[in-house]
């Protein structure tokens, strides 16, 4: 499967239909998503039974990570539907929620069929909506309050109402408990990244209106949805984390909070265990820890667009570039020794007259696109027969 090539939703529906008790209850799903980060905002893992062409970015293990989530929260509550009725009633429930501007709207519920515009719009819901400027210099980061989508989608295949409104009750007290939770701690520079990247994440309020105070409490304590609350809990033990110290267990905070949610201490305990266990697992995978300098930041954002655009285009290019056996003889020579200064120039010319015949790779031709070269003839060899056709279905006859 390829989460950034169309078709990807159906490969998807393909692939789930074998797997379709890989979750016997919502615990069990909330325990994987926690496990693989979805439910931190932070996507280390995607299911098992999904594999992969190519190693996959953060915003598309947040793709995968996001229908797997609203997937088998429809499964769980309407056993008897297939993938078609899921399609049909989360691409309503989305209509409903009405979570971006009616012209961006338009675009999607224009054309297409119901899994392709619901790829359109899960890609809306993934990416912060940042410029592409910024998301060169900067990790792509993704959208960190997607649970929140889930949690929505479950209260309204129960039959609730005004589930707008319902999304932005999860959201404000999500983003109250972040900031009470970190103004319960000296705070650091990884605090000042989660609380950016919560914040950015946030849809359905607006984060310069809100107040944060302490009357989001009286709501938390007067909330019955246990997984609302296990969510809020989960979140605010995430944000008092601290690496390689034992203080953030004893926080009087989480335990407060824990009680207004309806917990016994054995159980707030083991939210914070498992946070522990977490990040002991997966801190060096989590891009908001990392502090590279820039030149690294931006050579390893681009290596990932481009690594991303060569997948996408595998077909394209390499018919374009067995047809041209020079180019093909240099390219091979470049993985083993270092071109002369004639030798580059060649592959640079040649290569971008294949780019301007490709629509997607127009990044290559932008002032400064040359710089991306290296990278590009770098991760050449991923232009093997495995990578085409990433979400082929295969009939079986």
Not at 98 to 124: D, M, P, V, Y
Not at 130 to 151: A, E, M
Not at 212 to 239: H, K, M, P
Request: with cysteine; net charge neutral; aromatic share 12%.
């Amino acid at each position: 499967m390829n989460p950034s090539g169309s078709g990807w939703i159906d490969k998807f529906g393909y692939d789930v239909k074998d797997n379709l008790e890989v979750f016997t209850d919502f615990r069990d799903l909330y325990g994987g998503l926690k496990t693989s980060g979805f439910v931190y905002g932070l996507n280390i893992k995607i299911p098992r039974f999904i594999t992969p062409e190519h190693t996959l970015s953060e915003d598309e293990k947040a793709k995968i990570n996001l229908l797997t989530a609203l997937f088998f929260t429809f499964r769980l509550e309407k056993s008897n539907a297939n993938f078609d009725d899921f399609l049909q009633t989360i691409f309503q429930f989305y209509k409903e929620l009405n979570i971006s501007n009616i012209s961006f709207f338009n675009k999607i519920f224009a054309t297409g069929k119901t899994s392709n515009k619901l790829e359109r719009l899960i890609e809306s819901r993934v990416y912060l909506d940042d410029n592409v400027f910024s998301k060169t210099f900067n990790r792509i980061i993704t959208n960190s309050l997607l649970f929140i989508d889930v949690l929505t989608f479950k209260y309204y295949l129960l039959g609730g109402k005004n589930i707008r409104e319902h999304a932005q009750t999860l959201e404000y007290l999500t983003i109250n408990v972040t900031s009470h939770a970190l103004n319960s701690k000296e705070k650091n520079k990884t605090d000042e990244r989660l609380a950016h990247l919560f914040s950015s994440s946030m849809t359905f309020i607006d984060g310069e209106k809100q107040k944060f105070d302490g009357s989001y409490r009286d709501q938390l304590v007067n909330n019955t949805a246990i997984w609302e609350n296990q969510y809020f809990l989960d979140v605010a033990c995430l944000t008092v984390w601290e690496d390689k110290t034992l203080e953030y267990q004893e926080s009087e905070f989480i335990f407060g909070i824990g009680k207004d949610l309806g917990f016994k201490r054995k159980e707030i305990a083991r939210s914070l265990e498992e946070i522990t266990s977490f990040f002991e697992r997966n801190s060096s995978n989590i891009p908001f820890l990392k502090d590279p300098n820039m030149a690294i930041q931006f050579y390893d954002s681009m290596a990932k667009v481009v690594n991303k655009l060569i997948l996408r285009n595998s077909k394209r290019l390499l018919k374009e570039l067995t047809e041209s056996k020079e180019l093909m003889q240099l390219l091979t020579k470049s993985t083993v020794k270092d071109l002369s200064p004639e030798e580059k120039k060649k592959v640079q010319n040649q290569l971008i007259d294949i780019f301007k015949s490709i629509p997607s790779l127009a990044i290559f031709l932008l002032p400064g696109g040359a710089v991306l070269l290296p990278i590009f003839i770098k991760l050449i060899p991923k232009l093997l027969p495995s990578a085409f056709d990433d979400n082929r279905v295969e009939k079986k006859s």
